[in-house]
């Protein structure tokens, strides 16, 4: 019997190496979180509204429950399917490419689903391969990156998300269900061969292989597995972040519902659900872009990532509270600018975070994916308590004030990191 010991990444890449890969990282987590955004916030609600009017929220907390079960399963197991890949393509590069055609392939059955059943099972599917897709593409930010440039390249990853919901709700907005699924599929297997094309990983040797006498049980392979959260400074990042992404989720969820229920279509200058979500989305993405470039020159200049993360999870508290007391499409405005700013910031600067606590070396991926897991943990139960507040309330208003005592909670577990200043 053999264990392998995963093998570390090559000698430190050269400058134009490092702008090879931050210059085409960009677009593959551009149109990743483009997926993620444009699809659960325009392309599905409208779809399951369509379908059961009269059910729709309850509809939609059901593919929310099987979609993040599906990218709760599948965000460790690519980073560390990756981790112990090797040959002439690299650790990540097959991964990518793979995963991003299977997702390609999901969203042209998705495009002309008519039924909750092809919803809830398409949706499944295509959360698992992106979600895949996401474990190993953030673990390409270790492997390659040098840890003096991983400010710069954890901003160039957050922008990534602002950008991606810009283009992609807005790009789905206007083409609608058929081509906007199509366009999402099409532009992540552009970005992905553009990023193992014009900067390849290169070559990754067999990991060397240690003979052990004995096979390790399920219990010592769960517990090596999860080794990360032995480290306290790891463990806190990820209930940061579970808390953190449990208020975005029980509410941005239901945007597309709160515009139509909560505050009116008729009370928005559109008086259109999609096009309202769509000028909210726009607000919410310019705050994050002002606020990703101010506040990431101060965290590089005065190196208090863990101060500035925390105050933008209790500045997302705030925006949370302004639906809750200004229930209208000024508030809706209000909350998208102070909240896209709040969660710009806290993304971009916390892959920072994350990847200066990982506590095993060799197994990046792995860890990376683990943390990565506290956003699709909640992905899976926030949306069931948001529907749950909704049927039991008749509304939106405690959902707020849910995600707003959970922002709280983040910036806590944030201020408890001991590593990082």
């Not at 939609?60 to 079960?69: D, E, K, M, W």
């Not at 639906?323 to 809706?332: D, E, I, Q, R, Y």
């Amino acid at each position: 019997m053999s264990t392998e010991i995963s093998s570390p990444p090559a000698a430190a890449p050269s400058r134009s190496a490092t702008v090879r890969v931050l210059s085409t990282l960009l677009p593959g987590m551009l149109v990743l979180y483009g997926l993620y955004q444009g699809i659960q916030q325009v392309l599905v609600p409208a779809q399951l509204q369509a379908i059961d009017p009269t059910a729709k929220v309850a509809n939609l907390a059901l593919v929310a429950l099987v979609s993040s079960v599906a990218g709760t399963i599948a965000l460790p197991l690519g980073g560390a399917l990756s981790d112990r890949t090797h040959g002439r393509f690299g650790r990540r590069g097959p991964w990518l490419f793979v995963s991003s055609v299977l997702c390609a392939l999901v969203c042209v059955v998705l495009a002309q689903a008519t039924s909750v059943p092809t919803m809830v099972i398409g949706i499944g599917f295509l959360w698992f391969f992106a979600n895949i897709y996401q474990g190993v593409i953030y673990a390409v930010i270790p492997d390659r990156i040098p840890e003096s440039l991983r400010g710069v390249a954890s901003s160039v990853v957050g922008l990534g998300l602002p950008l991606g919901v810009l283009i992609f709700v807005n790009l789905v907005t206007i083409t609608g269900q058929f081509w906007g699924y199509l366009s999402i599929g099409a532009f992540l297997v552009i970005a992905t061969v553009a990023l193992v094309v014009i900067a390849p990983e290169g070559r990754v040797e067999r990991p060397v292989r240690v003979p052990r006498t004995t096979k390790p049980s399920f219990i010592k392979m769960t517990r090596s597995f999860l080794s990360g959260f032995s480290s306290r400074d790891f463990t806190m990042v990820f209930l940061s972040r579970v808390a953190f992404f449990a208020g975005i989720f029980a509410a941005s969820s239901y945007v597309f519902y709160v515009i139509t229920d909560y505050i009116g279509v008729e009370n928005t200058p559109s008086g259109q659900a999609e096009t309202s979500v769509a000028t909210i989305a726009t607000t919410n993405t310019i705050s994050q872009i002002i606020a990703i470039v101010i506040m990431g020159w101060v965290a590089d200049r005065t190196n208090r990532r863990k101060l500035i993360v925390a105050l933008a999870s209790l500045g997302m508290a705030v925006a949370f509270i302004v639906p809750f007391v200004l229930p209208t499409w000024t508030g809706m405005l209000i909350y998208a600018g102070v909240g896209g700013a709040a969660a710009g910031v806290y993304v971009a600067i916390d892959i920072a975070i994350m990847t200066l606590v990982l506590p095993n070396k060799g197994f990046e991926g792995r860890d990376l994916a683990l943390l990565a897991l506290a956003t699709s943990v909640p992905a899976a139960f926030a949306p069931a308590i948001g529907a749950a507040f909704y049927e039991a309330t008749g509304g939106f208003t405690t959902t707020f004030v849910f995600a707003s005592v959970m922002a709280v909670l983040g910036a806590v577990f944030m201020f408890m990191v001991r590593k990082v200043r």
